[in-house]
């Protein structure tokens, strides 16, 4: 059988799907993921020998660049749509299937696509908060907030549909009606599915069914665990070298996130880590954060391999992307999140929870308010609650998805 696996996000988006491809080829089917063409996301597939299909813009430059008007969305979202279905029809083949997550348009195009071919389609979420449940609210897109006042789970989810029409119905629906297929009322259901996986830690994200207390009404959603790509690269030699000359360093990091002052959160990053009485290591990411004031107690790192980094440091201060929560859960290492959108004011709030970390209040840290997170994150109880978590932390989750695909 072959499956294409077909994503538009960051590194974050791209290796789960990787993970998956390595599982499925394992078990005999046929693999490939369409993503889009950053060099770094080609370069990880290739190291897995992982057929990628290049579709659209590079996520790093659409991130790096002028945030786009209002008036351009629905533009962009109609490329996206367009440029997925052509890619994912493709690749497919009829009788196969299509696994699909990122950004929704995307998501919607491979749909299109998967109808037409007669494929099976399933959609991924990597995160809870988009799939609909009584536990918790929807996020929010910043030009579409909900009312202050509504507060009910229920009434906040049929917003959402409403919200999701008025973004992406428009869209989603003109492409399906330019390649013969019928419109539909509700997209947010329709790309969704009624039953969505997601591919997250139970650990880290406990999922509640509404059958535990939220009625009927809700997807009917399937928790794999995270799909985690194995990573064997070494790490860098003048790496090791500083990792070796000192204490273990605290890490801070912010992947994919365009800060808005790279030079500043440096500075104050480096200055809250020295207050601690630690050595400090930088990655770099799509911020470009760099050294200070060229000290030996500081080291700046690009793109490494974080599954052999991070149970090397005192603690990771980053920005609460999924797969960096999870790859630093697993190194038993304590966390500090500094959320800036999106999903990542959740994961800091389980990293909390768990009492394994610390979630800064707002995206902005000052050298005061890191210092004092990393002092509670830097205590001895915190890294043995971390310790302790990280036994708990699955790997299976790719392979247990390949077999309920395959199955």
Request: charged residues 20%; hydrophobic residues 45%.
């Amino acid at each position: 059988m072959r499956v294409v696996l077909s994503t538009y996000g960051s590194r974050g988006d791209v290796e789960p799907m990787a993970a998956l491809a390595l599982r499925l080829r394992e078990l005999g089917a046929e693999a490939r993921v369409c993503a889009p063409p950053d060099e770094e996301f080609a370069a990880r597939l290739a190291e897995a020998g992982v057929e990628l299909v290049p579709v659209g813009q590079s996520v790093r430059e659409l991130v790096s660049g002028p945030p786009p008007a209002p008036s351009d969305l629905p533009k962009r979202a109609a490329a996206l749509v367009e440029q997925f279905h052509a890619a994912v029809l493709g690749a497919a083949e009829p009788g196969g299937a299509v696994v699909s997550t990122g950004l929704f348009p995307a998501v919607a195009g491979s749909r299109s696509a998967a109808e037409q071919l007669g494929a099976r389609f399933r959609y991924i979420a990597l995160q809870p908060t988009v799939l609909p449940s009584p536990h918790h609210r929807p996020f929010e897109y910043p030009m579409q907030p909900y009312p202050p006042e509504v507060t009910d789970p229920r009434e906040l989810w049929d917003l959402n549909v409403g919200t999701m029409n008025a973004l992406f119905g428009g869209p989603v629906n003109a492409h399906r009606a330019a390649v013969g297929l019928p419109e539909v009322d509700n997209v947010r259901d329709h790309v969704l599915t009624d039953r969505p996986w997601l591919a997250t830690d139970p650990l880290l994200d406990p999922w509640t069914s509404p059958a535990e207390g939220g009625g009927a009404g809700w997807p009917d959603v399937v928790q794999t665990g995270a799909w985690i790509l194995p990573d064997e690269r070494p790490l860098p030699a003048d790496l090791s070298a500083f990792l070796a000359a000192g204490e273990a360093p605290v890490y801070v990091g912010f992947g994919s996130m365009p800060l808005r002052d790279p030079a500043d959160a440096a500075r104050v990053a480096v200055e809250a880590v020295r207050a601690r009485g630690r050595r400090v290591l930088l990655g770099r990411g799509w911020a470009r954060l760099a050294e200070v004031d060229g000290a030996e107690d500081c080291f700046a790192i690009g793109e490494v391999n974080q599954q052999a980094l991070f149970p090397k440091v005192a603690a990771v201060v980053h920005h609460g992307g999924a797969g960096t929560t999870t790859t630093a859960a697993r190194a038993g290492v304590p966390q500090v999140l500094v959320p800036q959108i999106v999903d990542q004011p959740y994961w800091a709030s389980r990293v909390a929870a768990l009492g394994v970390g610390v979630a800064h209040d707002g995206p902005t840290p000052t050298a005061e308010s890191l210092t004092a997170a990393l002092r509670e994150a830097l205590a001895p109880a915190t890294r043995e609650r971390a310790a302790a978590l990280a036994a708990g932390v699955r790997t299976d989750g790719a392979a247990v998805a390949a077999k309920l695909l395959l199955g």
